[in-house]
């Protein structure tokens, strides 16, 4: 899944920002933009254009968060609806299973977990605050 590239849309008008400088950081993200880009209930599509600040439960300290997507969409009724999406392999999306043994692996993975887990929690705040939704997305919801 380590696979990162720039993404040229078909429909530039409905890309927030720089459409000629948007970069995928993997082939999940890529498949994402695609959709986005195609899809005729999304309105418009940003890629990492807005920053969530949160506080790291590593270091303590006031960090920027640069969720994947934000989008807006209008569903069946016509109703306009923002959404922030973070696009993440479901592994990455639950806190590690206990193991006997602290391995470097382990230890790696508790701290993704609470990184993420902090940042998740001051998105969905932030959306919260705008009248926003904040999704994540797995492998579940790309049919991989």
């Not at 990162?4 to 498949?31: A, L």
């Not at 309105?43 to 990492?48: P, T």
């Not at 001051?122 to 926003?132: I, T």
Request: with cysteine; proline share 6%; aromatic share 14%.
């Amino acid at each position: 899944m380590a696979y990162s590239g720039r993404f040229t849309p078909t429909n530039p008008q409905k890309y927030q920002g720089d459409y000629k400088n948007i970069v995928y950081r993997s082939s999940w993200e890529c498949r994402v933009m695609d959709w986005l880009d195609r899809n005729e209930s999304v309105i418009y599509w940003a890629s990492e254009e807005v920053i969530v600040p949160y506080k790291s439960p590593v270091d303590g300290r006031m960090h920027r968060y640069f969720p994947d997507f934000v989008i807006k969409v209008k569903n069946k009724d016509g109703q306009l609806k923002t959404i922030m999406l973070e696009v993440k392999p479901k592994k990455q999306t639950r806190p590690p299973q206990p193991q006997k043994r602290m391995t470097k692996q382990y230890i790696n993975e508790v701290v993704t977990w609470g990184i993420n887990e902090a940042k998740w929690k001051a998105a969905n705040e932030f959306c919260l605050d705008r009248g926003w939704e904040f999704k994540i997305m797995t492998e579940d919801h790309l049919g991989l």
